[in-house]
């Protein structure tokens, strides 16, 4: 979000000011972004996500800023996710179709029958109707993408400071006048763009501002099967477990039973859960997958906002120059160029002019208005 945000302004004509990007651990290893499965979905069931995935997906095609063809290969795939839903999901499914066919998803539905003739490999026995997309999916590598947004924004200037924010040096108490960092250093500011994934919630609290965001942990296994699958999209099973191919092997992500909050350094891996819980799960959804075998794994973390699952974008009320980008709840890799778009609007011109994210506003949060997104992966 930072590197995407300061890639934009950058790029901004409008924008004449310093652009500093503060960055604790320049090796990005327990970065979201680095993390991240690296997937892209249009299915979602706020219509502003899905508009902030159209605009990610043509950004990822284009390759930068207006279509520059600055960023590398990213290694985008374009695919589909295919979610499942059991008879019990059918009412959350085909309400969600709904507001994606409104907002122009090319979205096919399935009942049991159609979906065992397109997709062979899948048990349908328990599979009451599913959803998939004819294009505007897929997955790429998220690590790649924020290295070419970095580079991008340093070739235009963008200072990257390895350092971490200590406290906020305020003006009175709605605005944001400097950033204290832990080197002793003051770097004064007329904007303080607060896009620190699971550290945002301690960092808005300098200025008195509660974000409802805390760490909540997620691990990708990758396994193999002796069993190749054809036509293999992103599945997201009636239990909230997902998988999809990865080159010759499979990546795949169960949704925990008991999600609790975590430390901030806690990417130990649970190893037992794919034995327990995965397993289980994908022998019984697709058969071929009983003879699937775990290779590695790894844990990573979302920014996870407790009081609806959707981002806090744009300045808060209270401290109008403070400008929030977190809360994302697992799916703002796939959002960050269209987030990082906005705020430079919002910076250069003090207002959105393509996409507006006001809807994402921090103002619900203090008026107890959720705006829930129920595609939560």
Aim: aromatic letters at 10%.
């Amino acid at each position: 979000m930072g590197s995407a945000t300061a890639h934009f302004l950058s790029c901004q004509s409008a924008f004449s000011g310093s652009i500093v990007v503060v960055e604790p651990d320049p090796s990005y290893r327990f970065a979201a972004s680095a993390r991240s499965a690296g997937s892209i979905r249009q299915q979602f069931s706020t219509p502003l996500n899905i508009a902030l995935s159209a605009f990610g997906l043509e950004f990822l095609r284009a390759g930068g800023c207006a279509g520059s063809g600055e960023l590398p290969d990213v290694g985008l795939l374009e695919s589909t996710y295919l979610y499942l839903a059991s008879p019990a999901g059918v009412n959350v499914l085909t309400r969600n179709v709904g507001v994606q066919r409104s907002c122009g998803v090319d979205v096919r539905v399935y009942d049991s029958n159609s979906l065992a003739s397109t997709y062979p490999w899948i048990n349908t026995a328990d599979v009451a109707a599913a959803a998939d997309t004819a294009q505007g999916e897929g997955w790429f590598d998220g690590y790649a993408l924020l290295c070419a947004l970095r580079q991008g924004s340093e070739r235009r200037g963008v200072r990257y400071l390895r350092d971490r924010v200590a406290g906020l040096v305020m003006r009175g108490a709605h605005a944001v006048d400097g950033v204290r960092l832990a080197s002793g250093e003051i770097l004064p500011c007329r904007w303080f763009v607060n896009a620190a994934g699971t550290q945002s919630r301690s960092l808005a609290a300098y200025a008195g501002v509660d974000l409802p965001i805390f760490p909540r942990k997620r691990t990708v296994f990758v396994f193999r099967s002796p069993t190749k699958i054809a036509n293999c999209p992103l599945v997201v099973d009636t239990t909230g477990l997902w998988f999809r191919p990865d080159g010759e092997q499979f990546i795949c992500g169960p949704v925990p039973s008991v999600d609790p909050n975590v430390e901030p350094d806690d990417f130990e891996v649970d190893y037992r859960l794919f034995d327990q819980l995965v397993w289980p799960a994908l022998a019984h959804r697709v058969p071929a997958f009983e003879a699937a075998r775990a290779v590695s794994a790894w844990a990573g973390h979302y920014d996870f906002n407790v009081f609806d699952q959707n981002a806090f974008v744009g300045a808060c009320e209270a401290v109008p120059n403070l400008v929030l980008a977190c809360g994302f709840s697992g799916h703002g890799l796939q959002h960050a160029p269209g987030i990082g778009r906005a705020l430079a609007e919002l910076i250069a011109f003090g207002e959105y002019r393509t996409i507006d994210v006001s809807a994402f506003s921090y103002a619900r949060y203090t008026r107890g208005q959720p705006l829930r997104e129920l595609n939560v992966i």
